[in-house]
């Protein structure tokens, strides 16, 4: 069906189950996909794996759903401004595979791709690739499940790891604009995760913030196009968040 468009946040996360994983654009708090996670919060899903750079703020984005224990287990590369996150890292209520931000990138392009597993040499040395970082620790601060060792090889007398892709249940992402045939368009830095998780989600839900019919968009200024995408609900703006705010000191006249 060409016409993409439903009519809520809330009917486009209807069908997410408990235990599904899922691809969450955004980077710090740009681009973020809130009005879908506000969405999958008030539902009530559970068990989830999420795939996202970083796992949002204490009280926004994906914090929202780790602070009532929704997430099981969660792929990033970044999670440091998340202090219910280290607590339940660290008490052994969250599972976590810290992956660079490059090869964690490149994971969500390669299955978008159809691309099953690639080389890189991201990690090569360290224990990204020779195993033992801890995944899940025990109630005494034990480590429970640690990353295992991962294949090595050398191609022109340098050595490289391979990773293996990912195409979780579903991609979440937020948009600028979108059309009804699902072609999205993404705003400066908000682009950020949001195409490659797109693209890598095997059902993807956009929300947009401007919604244009068929035609309304310049085909050249695509960033993702409609075969990635199966639903798209209009959400306009919403909340932007800055991260960090740095104001000067006025100066002395």
């Known amino acids: 069906m060409m016409d993409k468009v439903v009519a809520s946040a809330e009917e486009a996360v209807a069908d997410i189950p408990d235990g599904a994983s899922l691809a969450v654009g955004g980077f710090g708090l740009c681009g973020v996909p809130a009005a879908l996670i506000e969405a999958l919060h008030a539902r009530g899903t559970t068990g989830l794996e999420t795939v996202s750079n970083n796992c949002g703020v204490d009280d926004w984005g994906l914090g929202r759903l780790l602070a009532d224990g929704r997430i099981r287990r969660t792929v990033s590369s970044y999670v440091g401004e998340n202090k219910e996150f280290a607590r339940q890292y660290l008490a052994g209520e969250l599972e976590v595979e810290l992956t660079p931000q490059g090869t964690l990138a490149e994971k969500l392009r390669a299955g978008g791709a159809g691309i099953p597993a690639f080389y890189t040499p991201a990690g090569v040395g360290t224990q990204v690739s020779e195993g033992g970082l801890p995944r899940r620790y025990d109630a005494e601060g034990n480590v429970a499940v640690a990353s295992p060792a991962k294949e090595v090889r050398s191609f022109g007398g340098r050595s490289y790891v391979l990773e293996e892709s990912l195409t979780p249940d579903f991609g979440l992402v937020h948009a600028w604009k979108g059309d009804r045939h ?72």
């Open 182 to 253: 699902g072609n999205l368009v993404f705003r400066a830095t908000a682009m950020n995760f949001n195409p490659l998780c797109a693209m890598a989600g095997k059902i993807t839900i956009a929300e947009v913030e401007e919604l244009v019919e068929p035609g309304g968009l310049d085909p050249a200024q695509v960033h993702v196009p409609g075969i990635f995408v199966q639903r798209v609900v209009h959400t306009g703006p919403g909340e932007k968040r800055i991260e960090k705010r740095t104001v000067a000191q006025p100066k002395e006249s």
